[in-house]
């Protein structure tokens, strides 16, 4: 029904520059929330940062002033500009959105299937 596609990871130096992009298509009535989660090896999944619909936004406290989210909502596509990485932002990044597929339906969760990113020399 619906498919969150991400792009964009891969492997930077420490210091270095990366951006997301994930897009969102298939049946698809409105897209609510949409943001970026992290699985870093050996630990549990956790929140980078969402969007709502709005402007408002939230951030992990540890990239807060690094990272930025924004989104095309023309395009139902969300991005993660992540500057000044670190090695420990090594993880799997995951897509995710709150989607409802026909007017008047609960908006459900998806995910992506994830891309890696590696901060390393």
């Known amino acids: 029904q619906v498919q969150l596609v991400e792009s964009g990871g891969g492997l930077v130096q420490p210091g270095g520059s990366l951006r997301l992009s994930c897009v969102a298509s298939?049946?698809?009535?409105?897209?609510?929330?949409m943001g970026w989660y992290r699985q870093p090896p050996g630990k549990q999944r956790e929140l980078v940062a969402r969007?709502?619909?709005?402007?408002?936004?939230n951030y992990a406290d540890s990239v807060k002033g690094r990272f930025t989210i924004s989104r095309d909502t023309t395009k139902n596509t969300v991005y993660l500009q992540m500057n000044s990485l670190k090695p420990e932002d090594t993880a799997v990044y995951y897509c995710?959105?709150?989607?409802?597929?026909?007017?008047?339906?609960?908006?459900?969760?998806?995910w992506g299937q994830g891309t890696q990113v590696t901060v390393s020399e």
């Open positions: 995710n959105a709150d989607v409802a597929t026909h007017r008047g339906l609960v908006p459900l969760e998806y």
């Open positions: 969007q709502t619909t709005g402007t408002m936004t």
């Open positions: 298939g049946t698809i009535f409105n897209v609510y929330a």
